[in-house]
């Protein structure tokens, strides 16, 4: 299967008044059409950072550098007019906290209409000239929460994102990113500010949608055990380096960096004991000297001595 995205040494700095701090280095992945990478990591790897740069959403503080390869382009090569035609219909995003990332002060219906307003065009009814009517744009974001599963969507579309849930925010957040039916959708923490039902609720219909539309996603998350049920592969971040990468039965069963076998440790099970403290990752644990990454089994690499 071949790649869609390919990310190559990619490094991403950032100015500040005390000088530059890189935020990701010499990072290398690739997604294949279809499949979907677990971006993994504490706050402040590197993950968001990494999700940022394939938007082109960074600020003008950060220097990227290395090639994003998306369905042979070069996304840092593209002119900003044509990175807009990609950004939200090619690929979309949804973000951790739909509040504010929801205008407050729209119909959700209206939102996802201006979705589709923005980047929808073809020959379906109501177009015009490649372009959606405004009509056409409300009738496909009063299908897009229905495809979502929220509950009376004709009449949900003309509610503000405070008269909606948590739940249903985050859904309203997926229909717009998938409206237009991208080939990649990031996932960045979709389903932290959730409780575990509604998580649970969410992971399936990403799973179902990803499923329907071949989607290719990259799912970034602090928890490895969300990750292990979405995706594919998996990329462990930590401090702006990919430390451990490989597919996700192999680095559960057989995890080589001691980072990775310390996240996979303080995930909670129903055998954990609850009289004690929850495993922590060790200071002493996280190499103080990069290594390079080595494939210690076919697919399978990590950061290790030799």
């Known amino acids: 299967m071949s790649s869609l995205l390919q990310i190559e040494r990619l490094n991403v700095t950032f100015a500040t008044q005390t000088g530059d701090v890189a935020a990701v280095r010499d990072v290398n992945f690739s997604i294949a059409e279809g499949g ?20 082109r959403l960074l600020p003008p503080q950060a220097r990227v550098n290395g090639k994003i390869s998306f369905a042979g382009e070069d996304l840092l090569a593209l002119s900003e007019g044509a990175m807009r035609n990609v950004r ?28 589709v307003l923005a980047h929808g065009s073809g020959n379906k009814s109501g177009e015009n ?22 509950p009376e969507a004709d009449r949900r579309t003309r509610d503000y994102p405070h008269q909606l849930s948590g739940g249903q925010r985050q859904r309203v957040m997926i229909a717009m990113a998938l409206v237009n039916h991208p080939q990649l959708l990031i996932a960045d923490e979709p389903t932290t500010a959730l409780d575990v039902t509604i998580q649970a609720q969410i992971l399936e219909l990403l799973s179902q ?16 055990g969300v990750v292990s049920r979405v995706a594919d592969q998996v990329a462990v971040m930590y401090s702006g380096e990919i430390v451990e990468m490989g597919p996700v039965a192999r680095i559960f069963s057989a995890p080589t960096h001691s980072y990775t076998r ?38 399978h690499w990590a950061r290790i001595a030799p």
């Open 36 to 55: 979907t990478l677990g971006l993994v990591g504490e706050s402040g790897s590197g993950k968001s950072a990494t999700s940022l740069a394939i938007m």
């Open 88 to 115: 939200g219909a090619r690929i979309s995003m949804i973000f951790q906290e739909p509040m504010t990332a929801l205008n407050p002060v729209m119909r959700v219906g209206d939102q996802v209409a201006e979705a």
């Open 129 to 150: 000239n490649g372009r959606v009517s405004k009509r056409a744009a409300w009738d496909r974001a009063v299908e897009a929460l229905r495809e979502v599963a929220i």
């Open 209 to 224: 949608l990803r499923e329907k539309y071949k989607l290719a996603v990259l799912f970034i998350s602090h928890d490895l």
């Open 262 to 299: 310390g996240l996979i440790a303080a995930i909670p099970t129903l055998k954990t004991d609850r009289s004690r403290p929850l495993e922590t990752v060790e200071p002493g644990a996280r190499p103080a000297v990069p290594l390079p990454l080595r494939e210690v089994a076919p697919g």
